[in-house]
């Protein structure tokens, strides 16, 4: 929605097998952001990038978890080693210029690691 | 630490009357405060937002409150629709900051009844 699509919608995977989930957001945007969002449980910050500083990680519930913004545009989540509790829905954000304070979400990828 | 906090998992209301979802935060640091509606299986979509240095902001049906001394702020929905049958997530930030990073609050789930 809203320019921002994600890709796979759904994943299973198998426990201790690593996933990609892509994030294609429209252009011009100012920041990107990856949440997720567990049974039960509210959005939970991942990371952001912003230009050309350095990406905040701070969310980031482990090193099996990475993130990375090719040519200022697409986003890949990888998450390596996958456990049972890293099923979520995984969003991504756009924050587009001009627009500050306002997130604009994909769809979401529902990862469910069996 | 749940700096975000929305106490309310569900909330039962008849259609034409009032909503009232409220959200607390523990941070007084925060300066800008959003809410959002996610349906099932779509990502969050913005709803209203207000900024510190006010104590209210309308739209339409949708009104936001600000309590800075009680660190509070609640999202006022009249009259009620069906079609606010939603999660609402409230969310906060501290844009001084210049990092525009968004803590979301557990979700209330509204169900308007027809």
């Known amino acids: 929605g809203a320019g921002v699509s994600q890709s796979p919608s759904n994943k299973v995977t198998e426990k201790g097998k690593d996933v990609e989930l892509r994030c294609d957001p429209i252009?011009?945007?100012?920041?990107l952001y990856w949440y997720r969002q567990s049974l039960g449980q509210g959005l939970e910050f991942l990371i952001y990038f912003q230009g050309n500083s350095a990406p905040d990680k701070s969310g980031l519930p482990s090193d099996r978890f990475s993130a990375e913004r090719t040519g200022g545009s697409v986003s890949t989540l990888t998450i390596q080693r996958t456990q049972q509790e890293d099923s979520a829905v995984y969003l991504c954000?756009?924050?587009?210029?001009?627009?500050?304070?306002?997130?604009?979400f994909g769809p979401g990828t529902r990862l469910t690691v069996l | 630490d749940q700096q975000v906090k929305q106490n309310s998992p569900s909330l039962s209301v008849q259609e034409g009357r009032i909503s009232i979802l409220n959200c607390d935060y523990t941070n007084s640091m925060f300066d800008y405060f959003l809410w959002y509606k996610k349906y099932p299986a779509e990502g969050p979509t913005f709803l209203i937002s207000i900024s510190s240095i006010k104590d209210k902001n309308e739209d339409g049906r949708f009104t936001v409150f600000l309590n800075k001394s009680a660190k509070h702020l609640s999202l006022h929905i009249v009259p009620s629709q069906p079609g606010d049958s939603a999660v609402y997530f409230c969310?906060?930030?501290?844009?001084?900051?210049?990092?525009?990073?968004?803590?979301f609050g557990t979700g209330t789930r509204l169900k308007v009844l027809a």
């Open positions: 969310a906060a930030t501290r844009l001084a900051s210049g990092t525009y990073k968004y803590i």
């Open positions: 954000a756009i924050e587009r210029g001009g627009l500050v304070g306002y997130l604009f």
């Open positions: 252009s011009g945007h100012t920041a």
